[in-house]
Nanobody, 111 residues
Framework: QVQLVESGGGLAQPGGSLRLSCAASGNIFRFYTMFWYRQAPGKQRELVAVISSAGSTNYADSVKGRFTISRDNAKNTVYLQMNSLKPEDTAVYYC?????WGQGTQVTVSS
């Protein structure tokens, strides 16, 4: 059973940065597209960024130019670098892939 474990969330000031990590167990990570989603209080879960097994990326319009998704297949890890954070980025961020969800990590952007 594949597992995904997120880390790196926390409190950041507006304009600040955070980097989320999602570590996968097993040895099939490199074959799969990976996703970052987020869910703010009272809102539906939304797709933030996606990276294919070949490294192609795509982003939600709301984060384009501020967030960067990347992966390290040797470490079975996908990252989300978040810069120029805004209060509206506050949410629980979830890693998804291989039909599995991580447990989520809270990101709060506040002064």
């Amino acid at each position: 059973q594949v597992q995904l474990v997120e880390s790196g969330g926390g409190l950041a000031q507006p304009g600040g940065s955070l980097r989320l990590s999602c570590a996968a167990s097993g040895n099939i990570f490199r074959f799969y597209t990976m996703f970052w989603y987020r869910q703010a209080p009272g809102k539906q879960r939304e797709l933030v960024a996606v990276i294919s097994s070949a490294g192609s990326t795509n982003y939600a319009d709301s984060v384009k130019g501020r967030f960067t998704i990347s992966r390290d297949n040797a470490k079975n890890t996908v990252y989300l670098q978040m810069n120029s954070l805004k209060p509206e980025d506050t949410a629980v961020y979830y890693c998804n892939g291989m039909s599995v969800w991580g447990q989520g990590t809270q990101v709060t952007v506040s002064s």
